[in-house]
């Protein structure tokens, strides 16, 4: 079973930044695009951002273009999320996802603990 670590979330005020980190166990990352998931109370679960497994593709959801960054380090078996200008929106528990491609997105890893952003003054 694909299981992924998430990390690196924190209380941070409006206007701050975080870095997340998504660790693989047990398998290695290089031929899965990942893509980053949160939720936040009361709400569906969204896709943030996808990285293909080379890095040559990357996507974002309209409301973070610009201020996330998706990146990868195949060498390190890890995943990151570099979060900017975090506005209270952003609060939500943030999950990462292993799959094919990112078009058509299918989640093959289970889903772990996540790791809780909060964004507030």
């Known amino acids: 079973q694909l299981q992924l670590v998430e990390s690196g979330g924190g209380l941070v005020r409006p206007g701050g930044s975080l870095r997340l980190s998504c660790v693989a166990s047990?398998?290695?990352?290089?031929?899965?695009?990942i893509t980053w998931f949160r939720q936040a109370p009361g709400k569906e679960r969204e896709g943030v951002s996808c990285?293909?497994?080379?890095?040559?593709?990357?996507n974002y959801m309209d409301s973070v273009e610009g201020r996330f960054t998706i990146s990868r380090d195949n060498a390190k078996n890890t995943v990151y999320l570099q979060m900017n200008s975090l506005k209270l929106e952003d609060t939500a528990i943030y999950y990462c996802?292993?799959?094919?491609?990112?078009?058509?997105?299918?989640?093959?890893?289970?889903w772990g603990q996540g790791t809780q952003v909060t964004v507030s003054s």
């Open positions: 996802a292993a799959g094919g491609a990112c078009a058509g997105f299918f989640r093959l890893s289970s």
């Open positions: 990285i293909s497994p080379s890095a040559g593709i990357s």
């Open positions: 047990g398998f290695t990352l290089d031929h899965y695009a």
